[in-house]
């Protein structure tokens, strides 16, 4: 049951106030194009005029590596109270091959009652219902404690170097809970894979293809690889099982590329060195330094098959599985504001990757939720859309979230 002035609150959340800006931030296309230059630069300028106009303070805007900057927001509301983030990120996903799109990429089309284009769940929807979200309840301050900050990043479809820079600069400080608005349906999602991110390298000799045997083939080695880390993806989906919300773990070579650039290929000469890059999901029945050194160990077993070839896996990046209890207190506050604002009992999930949140609660220990709208499996694919009507849920569940969080 609503109270008066929550009644308030959600009847001043506007429908259509919340398409346009969806829209306005689709039409800017914040695809990372180096041979461009194309940054999320335009959709920083565009978030950092319309925080000055509706929110009426100047937003903090950092670099955390050329060109690719930060948006720190914070509205204090005078009064001692807990502090809470909202966070989402500006940079998208290549729109891939155009023909493949039935509606235009950074269009913003309007058709069957979602808005379609990319970035449009994964998460410019969602950098919206935090925006418009901070603006609903900077209407009430007079009755809220505690302050509340935007974290709006850049780099998450990369190395994720925007939230790193935001933690290392000392903004996750103090904060005590965190709703992270990517697109998973408004389901509330407790927890979120781990990541391991590995380089493959196998050296071998250059030679003519027409005499392969006075060179050394790098490629048939890699291909053993690909192989043996196939079967131990089988047997670890066998060992683990399927976690309750984050399903199986998986092993997957997602690059392999023979020669390495910027060397071309050539079909007449058989390459020196080939190498492939591996995109490894766990799951909390997996210990990530037990893996390495598993995977080590499947190099080492191809090495003693065939010593003609150097062989050598390099781990990129680390990111740790995490989970937050259902008892938590801003998964209990988006549970209650959900069932009341949709009438429905909420559906508890897992993200299958891994968000910006993963970085604030394994290194800053922040209870971090993922709950924003967008179909799950839809990001990165042709035709991205978010639903309407799931749109405005998610804005009035954040916004009745955050005012029952802060009063």
């Known amino acids: 049951m609503l109270e008066a002035v929550e009644e308030k609150l959600i009847g001043s959340l506007d429908k259509d106030e919340i398409v346009s800006l969806v829209r306005d931030l689709v039409r800017l296309d914040s695809v990372i194009r180096p041979d461009s230059g194309n940054t999320e630069s335009r959709v920083v300028s565009f978030i950092a005029e319309w925080v000055r106009a509706n929110l009426g303070t100047e937003p903090v805007i950092e670099e955390a590596a050329p060109g690719r900057e930060n948006i720190i927001v914070t509205l204090d509301w005078d009064r001692p109270g807990p502090a809470l983030l909202l966070e989402g990120h500006t940079d998208v996903v290549s729109e891939g091959r155009r023909e493949t799109w039935t509606h235009e990429p950074f269009g913003a ?180 330094e037990i893996l390495k050194g598993r995977l080590r160990d499947i190099l080492a077993q191809v090495h003693r098959d065939d010593p003609s070839c150097i062989l050598d896996i390099y781990f990129i990046e680390d990111r740790p599985v995490v989970t937050l209890d259902r008892e938590d207190p801003i998964v209990r506050l988006a549970a209650g504001a959900f069932q009341d604002i949709t009438g429905k009992k909420p559906v508890y999930n897992g993200v299958p990757g891994a968000t910006d949140g993963t970085f604030l609660r394994a290194r800053k220990n922040i209870p971090c939720l993922v709950n924003g709208p967008g179909p799950r499996h839809k990001p990165h694919q042709s035709d991205e859309y978010v639903d309407i009507d799931e749109l405005y849920d998610a804005l009035r569940i954040y916004a009745l979230t955050g005012f029952r969080f802060f009063s």
């Open 109 to 288: 089309e309007i058709a069957e009652n979602r808005i379609y284009g990319r970035g449009s769940c994964d998460m410019k929807a969602g950098l919206a219902v935090n925006l418009l979200t901070a603006k609903a309840l900077l209407a009430l301050r007079e009755r809220l404690k505690g302050r509340l900050r935007l974290a709006i990043v850049c780099d998450e479809e990369g190395m994720m170097i925007g939230i790193k820079h935001f933690i290392a600069r000392g903004w996750a400080d103090g904060i005590d809970a965190c709703l992270v608005s990517e697109p998973e349906e408004n389901q509330l999602c407790l927890s979120m894979k781990g990541a391991l991110r590995a380089l493959v390298t196998v050296k071998g000799k250059m030679a003519h293809g027409a005499m392969p045997r006075t060179g050394i083939n790098p490629n048939v080695p890699l291909a053993r690889i690909i192989l043996a880390f196939h079967e131990f993806e089988s047997k670890e989906i066998e060992r683990c099982g399927s976690h309750e919300y984050l399903g199986f773990p998986s092993v997957t070579f997602t690059v392999i590329q023979s020669p390495p650039p910027p060397e071309p290929p050539q079909l007449n000469v058989m390459p020196g060195t080939a190498f492939g890059y591996v995109d490894i999901r766990t799951i909390p029945a997996q210990d990530h």
